[in-house]
């Protein structure tokens, strides 16, 4: 059994009120957005172009620009340093210890191999992250054993972080002793590699 609205004077009102809210909300609120939308879409596209056009003629490189990155390559080489320089680099480290507030009960060069006069070659496969093809590490590595509290060493490693030389530390001992704590550490400088 099926039953049919009576289609009063209200009822014709109603719809024709939905009808015309509708239509007036489509082409008041939507049709406005849409054409929004299809001219932004439109300039969207001209600046894409642009810009891959952009991407494809690089400006040229100035002289200034050259000269600064010159400088500042420079500026990076000089921070590592030859086998040879290792011994001034390991007073260095005595003195950032002291500095920190540590006592330095031991430093060497360790990796002399017998009868020789030069230490081996540290392997690149003992850092957690690969060495770049321009760096090498020097031969050797520096063992630097000291007594301290826990802030001398935070502040140690803070100012090898920063020092003038770029090293890596290859490996940290601490334990405690008595009330103190004492660390073996493992420091590798880089030598840079010219290009062939």
């Known amino acids: 059994m099926t039953r049919q609205l009576p289609l009063t004077p209200a009822a014709l009102g109603s719809l024709a009120a939905v ?9 008041g609120l939507v049709w406005p957005a849409a054409r929004d939308v299809s001219r932004l879409q439109t ?6 172009a642009q810009a891959a056009g952009a991407a494809q003629a690089p400006a040229p490189v100035t002289d200034v620009e050259r000269a600064s990155w010159q400088a500042a390559e ?22 950032f210890a002291r500095s920190s507030g ?16 030069t230490p081996a070659a540290t392997p690149t496969s003992s850092f957690a992250m690969p060495v770049p093809p321009t760096l090498a590490p020097n031969p050797g590595v520096i063992r630097l ?41 493992r420091i590798v400088s880089f030598r840079w590699v010219p290009a062939p």
């Open 43 to 48: 300039q969207l596209t001209a600046l894409s």
């Open 19 to 27: 009808f015309v809210v509708a239509v007036g909300g489509y082409f």
């Open 102 to 117: 540590m006592a330095v009960l031991d430093l060497q060069l360790e990796g002399l191999t017998p009868g020789a006069t």
């Open 74 to 95: 420079q500026g990076v080489r000089k921070r590592f340093i030859v086998p040879d320089d290792q011994r001034g680099l390991m007073v260095d480290l005595a003195q």
């Open 145 to 185: 054993s000291v007594r301290h509290q826990y802030r001398a060493l935070i502040d140690f490693l803070d100012r090898v972080a920063t020092g003038d030389t770029y090293v890596a530390v290859q490996s940290l001992d601490v334990r405690r002793v008595e009330n103190l704590l004492q660390s073996e550490i």
